[in-house]
């Protein structure tokens, strides 16, 4: 039977990643007003006025140290974490031979690296408490190839299978570990994108267009990481739920 509150998400502690704007902000927000307490955590920390993260630390996900340190002062200040949702990304764009080495680095460095250092700091805690959920928001490029968008399709990609191996590896614990891959979402990030593009699609560069003809907001994002946290997604595990209205033709 589902809590009062039709989402089992009243009274928990969340911590979000890549909270300062965009689809973390979003997220922050949607499960604040779901009940949770939530903590953000971003390089440039901006959520302000209602629904905003009740703390929000400035923290780099590509390092371990720092991470470790916003764990651990987030369960000092709001109590045990019960959900994890790994937003914080990074996009480079350009040809694979115009590619440096820093930008390979850089975009693995948060995209994927980020969200374990993330997931295996908060996991300990919950693997004690037997409970906890996890969603990790990745991208469908990690499933459907696009050019000019090879490190950060490839960072996506790695970081959805990470997360299903450490929900295979959580779930005899009662923690449920999930992914969200949206497309295109009205966010900084897509702005460099042409909108005509993204709807229509582009023979040219083998990209389909939208079916349902219209970017996302972070709102439909943050919708479904709500779902997949809360009572109502309690036997989902190890999936990846495309919201992408419909572009990546997903069987």
């Not at 996506?156 to 295979?168: D, H, I, N, P, S």
């Not at 990030?189 to 005509?196: C, E, F, G, K, R």
């Not at 040219?204 to 972070?218: E, F, M, Q, V």
């Not at 990481?225 to 989902?236: E, G, K, P, Q, W």
Request: aromatic letters at 4%.
């Amino acid at each position: 039977m589902l809590p009062p509150d039709g989402h089992g998400v009243a009274g928990k502690v969340a911590l979000v990643t890549g909270a300062g704007r965009g689809i973390g902000a979003a997220v922050a927000r949607t499960l604040s007003q779901a009940g949770a307490a939530v903590a953000g955590l971003d390089l440039s920390p901006e959520a302000h006025g209602p629904g905003s993260p009740a703390v929000c630390h400035r923290a780099d996900v590509s390092d371990p140290a720092e991470v470790e340190r916003v764990v651990d002062g987030v369960e000092r200040e709001l109590g045990p974490i019960d959900i994890l949702v790994n937003v914080a990304g990074v996009f480079r764009t350009g040809p694979v031979t115009d590619l440096t080495d820093e930008d390979w680095a850089s975009v693995f460095a948060v995209n994927t690296a980020g969200v374990f250092h993330t997931c295996r700091a908060v996991a300990k805690g919950m693997i004690a408490r037997r409970s906890g959920a996890i969603v990790t928001v990745a991208s469908n490029a990690g499933g459907v190839p696009r050019m000019g968008m090879a490190a950060y399709a490839a960072s996506k990609a790695a970081a959805v299978m990470f997360t299903r191996c450490l929900g295979l590896e959580l779930a005899e614990h009662g923690i449920r570990c999930n992914v969200v891959s949206p497309g295109s979402t009205r966010t900084a990030m897509q702005a460099t994108l042409d909108p005509h593009s993204v709807l229509d699609g582009d023979l040219a560069s083998y990209r389909n267009g939208i079916p349902l003809r219209r970017i996302a907001d972070p709102a439909d994002i943050a919708d479904v990481v709500l779902f997949l946290v809360s009572d109502r997604a309690r036997h989902i595990t190890m999936q990846d739920l495309y919201v992408d209205g419909g572009a990546a033709l997903r069987a």
